[in-house]
Each structure stands twice: as structure tokens, then as C-alpha cells.
């Protein structure tokens, strides 16, 4: 008997090193209907580096999400560098020992390619030689590389719901059930809480009846979306030969919002209940927001009963955090 638990309590430590080792403990990746760019890669070359040579960073990424991730680039921040135009031989510096600008630090990617049933995803990789700073002999310091990862991206919902008039939903019985939106692979994920059939009971009162569809959007990825509306600041600096250079301080100003629109489609027509275009930009508050549309519907005699395929689109851009460490190592003089 002793035997057998002691086999047992080996087999568990043992499921718990393979548990353990595979996780590591590091950044997490979402899960597969999630999943957009990951992190194939962020590291450091050689590692430790002496102090004052040059150190290659290298990173890759892949899209595993269902949309094309478009100006994607890596902001690269956190251990010193030199500015402004100096030297200081304690930052690090460019491969050439000179100023790091911020284009200097940015990874540029452009466009990731999401995978389909004949082709894998294709990773692309990055690198980025830095001289590290000088150190007295016998000091060793350990820089957290953290980078900010960001890309647009989109998630397409569908469903069907069946619309009837009062009448013909009182023939039927009174038939109830729910819709339930199919999404696309990506962080954003769309939700409609609404029965179907909808019924219009006022089909006979000379005016095309309205109700109202309500959307509940949820970011169920490890990052934070952020969008772009028509009044704000641009959310880019500048585009360089290489790609976009993202405006941290336009992108942290609209943080946690998502561009919704909801498709017209035959005689039935979708607007935001608060404005007269169909896409409407959504708060997202703790990791939730919900936008109604009003749903309007053309009626050309006294019945109505049809079934509607309903597409929602969610446009947004996201952002998401990884780090690496880089180990300095003072050298003799």
C-alpha cells in the first residue's frame, strides 16, 4: 500500500514539473478563439553581454487570429537610452554608440497574414542591434527589455434572426428561442441578447415600425483595444519606409474602445440609437460595453415574416505587453 502512494505522489510532482515547465510562468497567450499576434520570440543575443558591446535583440510574431493584422510595430522602452543627441556611456546606445530615437526602438512589421485551411500562419522576425551600457568591472545589472506591442484587427459576428408581424406570430404559437452570434478568432468578442422571432406588432399603423437591437461587446484577450474616432488625434506620429509609428499619448486617450457596425441588409436597416450613421464607437468598461441599434424595417403590406442574416463588425486596434531581460556584465579596463 505504501508503495502505491508513494508511486501516486511521484506521478503527481511529476505532472506538476511538466505543468509547470510548460507554462513558464511568463506572459500567457490567449486561447484559441482569442488569438490574434502572439510572441514567437523576444529575446537578447548574447545574454549576459559584456559591458559595452553590441547586443542584438530579435523578435518574432505570428498571427493566429482569423483577421489580417495591419501596421503592426513593436515599441521597444524601459532600460536607458541615449537622447537628445548624447553619448552617456552608462544608456544604451544605437549600434553606432549614438542617440536612440524613437523610430530607432521601433520594430516595424506592417502586415501579418492570418492563417487559412491550406497555409499556416507565416511568422516574421525582427531584430535590432544596441550597444549596451559600460559598466565598472565586477557590476553586473539585469535591464528589463518591456515592449508594447500594437496592430489593427477586426471581428466578424454572424447569426440569423426571424422577424414576424403580430399576426403571424400568434398563428405560429408563439414560437421563442435566442440568437447567437458565431465570432471570428480575435481579442473582441460580440454578443446579442435579443429572442428570436422579433415581433412587430404595429405593421398596420401607416409607419415603418422600429425596434431596437442591443450589442454586447467584451474584450476577452490579454490587451487593451483602442480606436480611432473621426474628432480625435491621430493615433499615428508618422509613417517611415519601414511602417507606422504609433502616438502612445493619442493611443492612451482612447483606450478601451472598439468601432461597431451592423450591416443593412434587404429592407431592414440598423442605426446607432444616438446617431445617424451605422457604426458607432463603444466604451469598453471593465472589459464589457453594450451599444443598441435601431433596427427599422420597410413594410409593404400587413405582413411581415422573414428570415434576416445578421453581420456585425467590430474594428479596433489592440495592444498587447511582452518583456525579455538583458544582463550587462562589467568588464575589466
Not at 516574421?124 to 553586473?140: F, I, M, N, S
Not at 454578443?191 to 422571432?197: C, D, G, K, L, Y
Not at 472598439?258 to 441588409?265: A, C, G, K, P, W
Given at each position: 500500500m505504501k508503495i502505491d502512494q508513494n508511486r501516486t505522489v511521484l506521478a503527481i510532482m511529476f505532472f506538476a514539473v511538466i505543468v509547470s515547465g510548460c507554462t513558464g510562468g511568463g506572459n500567457q497567450e490567449e486561447t484559441s478563439s482569442t488569438a490574434s499576434v502572439q510572441v514567437n520570440e523576444f529575446s537578447a543575443f548574447p545574454n549576459p553581454t559584456p559591458s559595452g558591446q553590441k547586443t542584438r535583440f530579435r523578435m518574432q510574431l505570428v498571427n493566429q487570429g482569423d483577421a489580417e493584422a495591419r501596421n503592426t510595430s513593436v515599441r521597444l522602452y524601459n532600460p536607458p537610452f541615449a537622447d537628445n543627441g548624447t553619448t552617456d556611456t552608462k544608456t544604451w546606445r544605437d549600434g553606432s554608440t549614438g542617440n536612440v530615437s524613437i523610430?530607432?526602438?521601433t520594430l516595424f512589421f506592417d502586415t501579418l497574414s492570418a492563417p487559412s485551411d491550406q497555409t499556416p500562419a507565416v511568422p516574421?522576425?525582427?531584430?535590432?542591434?544596441?550597444?549596451?551600457?559600460?559598466?565598472?568591472?565586477?557590476?553586473?545589472i539585469s535591464y528589463d527589455w518591456n515592449a508594447y506591442m500594437m496592430f489593427e484587427y477586426q471581428t466578424d459576428a454572424n447569426t440569423e434572426i426571424q422577424i414576424m408581424g403580430g399576426e403571424q406570430y400568434r398563428e405560429q404559437g408563439s414560437p421563442s428561442g435566442s440568437a447567437s452570434l458565431e465570432n471570428s478568432r480575435g481579442p473582441i468578442k460580440m454578443?446579442?441578447?435579443?429572442?428570436?422571432?422579433i415581433v412587430f406588432y404595429d405593421v398596420n399603423n401607416n409607419q415603418d415600425p422600429e425596434r431596437q437591437l442591443c450589442v454586447i461587446?467584451?474584450?476577452?484577450?490579454?490587451?487593451?483595444?483602442?480606436?480611432?474616432?473621426?474628432?480625435?488625434?491621430?493615433?499615428?506620429m508618422n509613417r517611415s519606409d519601414a511602417g507606422y509609428t504609433y502616438n502612445l499619448s493619442a493611443v492612451q486617450e482612447q483606450e478601451n474602445k472598439?468601432?461597431?457596425?451592423?450591416?443593412?441588409?434587404g429592407n431592414v436597416?440598423?442605426?446607432?440609437?444616438?446617431?445617424?450613421?451605422?457604426?458607432?464607437?463603444?466604451?469598453?468598461?471593465?472589459?464589457k460595453g453594450v451599444q443598441c441599434w435601431d433596427m427599422k424595417i420597410d413594410v409593404s403590406g400587413s405582413s411581415i415574416q422573414t428570415t434576416v442574416p445578421l453581420s456585425l463588425e467590430a474594428v479596433y486596434n489592440y495592444r498587447k505587453s511582452t518583456k525579455t531581460t538583458a544582463t550587462v556584465e562589467g568588464q575589466r579596463q
Open positions: 523610430e530607432d526602438r516574421k522576425t525582427r531584430t535590432r542591434t544596441y550597444t549596451a551600457p559600460e559598466l565598472d568591472q565586477g557590476r553586473t454578443e446579442v441578447r435579443t429572442p428570436t422571432p461587446i467584451r474584450n476577452q484577450g490579454n490587451g487593451i483595444p483602442f480606436a480611432e474616432e473621426p474628432s480625435s488625434n491621430n493615433i499615428y472598439v468601432n461597431v457596425r451592423i450591416e443593412d441588409i436597416d440598423f442605426a446607432p440609437f444616438d446617431e445617424s450613421n451605422d457604426q458607432k464607437t463603444v466604451d469598453i468598461l471593465s472589459g
